[in-house]
């Protein structure tokens, strides 16, 4: 679907979002919070430890919550892949069931809209 001239990125434009960039920022910021107090965890050295946790405390606490909007969205990933790899559908009809995934995810992100902003918040 990709070869054909304007197919690249079906649904892609219409449902990018200032939102979903700000999330995947802030799922970038606490994976190196997490990341980095695991490593400074395993050297066994409490008081830098005690230390990064205090300044990026809230950063990992919002671990959980921020992994699973990340999941939710790679399935969505996932599902376009699975669409645009099949070689049953025509192109018309890949487009239209992206376009509904593509529906569905920006439905989420709306619902996910004031945890996100929240959580941003937070860390103000």
Do not use: C, H
Not at 53 to 77: E, H, S, W
């Amino acid at each position: 679907m990709a070869s054909l001239p304007g197919m690249a990125r079906v649904g892609v434009k219409e449902f990018d979002s200032a939102l979903k960039t700000d999330f995947y920022n802030l799922a970038s910021e606490v994976e190196t919070a997490v990341a980095t107090a695991n490593s400074i965890k395993a050297t066994l050295n409490a008081e830098e430890y005690r230390d990064y946790l205090q300044k990026t405390g809230k950063l990992q606490a919002m671990a959980p919550q921020v992994n699973a909007i990340k999941l939710q969205l790679n399935n969505i990933r996932k599902q376009i892949g699975i669409i645009s790899d099949d070689t049953t559908m025509s192109d018309t009809e890949k487009q239209v069931r992206i376009t509904q995934i593509r529906e569905i995810e920006a439905q989420m992100m709306k619902q996910w809209e004031p945890l996100i902003r929240q959580m941003r918040q937070s860390l103000s």
